[in-house]
């Protein structure tokens, strides 16, 4: 079922989003050659609390037997890491990485969910392009999100408009609607066919997220459970915005 958020609703996940939007402008400000992603993630967890929110990924668990749950507050994806990368002291960024950040926070009851891909250092014109296509991408599925349109007609715009760039579509992972809970319906697809799936209503939230690779689309899930990266090597990028669909334009609630 589609939850429709109240006013009262909205108001509680703009708080959220508003703490995610500034985590992530404050990591920007902090990747630099030589820090951490463990450094990273508790930056992100200390501007969380002191805002007086939860990192609603810090647990989250794994499902699976023998997988630990998720340990940290961010997703630290470097390079040919798609997503769900563990920050670790052992990953000091260098010039010329890519580093993914996906973030959730949890205040008064609600989650706010979001991913930036960011240069490490110089920027190189291939991995620039990447990551522009990866943002533009979700604006172009936005264009879509509105009362009437279905999610088809989103997924179908990311896709297309990755595609015609000459990148691939993760397609084992996909945007969802997000409330009270961090995942909720729908299942939000970076690919698919105009026209289908379920019909947009103002009040519903939903965070979607394209995720892309330079190359090939097969991925891989490391021993660890979790870090997902793709399987030529290839470099990935990402990014998400918790939106809130409205009678009119979307209202793109994690932008700083
Ligand atoms: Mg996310």
New binding site residues.
């Given amino acids: 079922m589609i939850e429709i958020k109240s006013k009262r609703e909205i108001e509680l996940m703009e708080e959220a989003c508003r703490i995610t939007a500034l985590v992530h402008k404050k990591l920007e400000e902090a990747i630099k050659p030589g820090i951490t992603t463990l450094e990273l993630d508790r930056l992100a967890e200390k501007i969380i609390r002191e805002n007086g929110g939860i990192p609603a990924?810090k647990g989250y668990p794994s499902g699976i037997k023998g997988v630990m749950d998720f340990p940290a507050t961010i997703?630290a994806s470097v390079n040919d890491e798609v997503?769900h990368g563990i920050p670790s002291r052992k990953v000091i960024l260098k010039d010329g990485d890519i580093i993914s950040i996906?973030?959730?926070t949890y205040k008064n009851g609600y989650n706010g969910?979001?991913?930036r891909t960011h240069i490490v250092g110089k920027a190189n014109a291939e991995d620039k392009k990447l990551i522009e296509v990866t943002r533009q991408a979700f604006f172009e599925g936005i264009k879509f999100a509105k009362p009437g349109n279905r999610i088809g007609d989103i997924s179908f715009a990311i896709q297309e408009y990755v595609e015609k760039n000459g990148f691939s579509i993760v397609k084992e992972f996909q945007g969802h609607g997000i409330g009270r809970q961090?995942h909720e319906d729908p299942g939000i697809p970076n690919y698919g066919k105009p026209g289908k799936g379920a019909k947009l209503e103002a009040g519903m939230t939903l965070?979607i997220?394209p995720m892309v690779i330079a190359g090939k689309p097969d991925i891989w899930e490391l021993e660890d459970g979790w870090t997902i990266v793709s399987q030529d090597g290839t470099k990935a990028a990402?990014y998400?915005n918790t939106i809130l669909i409205t009678e009119k334009e979307p209202k793109v609630l994690t932008l700083y």
């Fill in positions: 990924q997703c997503i996906d973030l959730v969910d979001a991913a961090m965070a997220e990402h998400e």
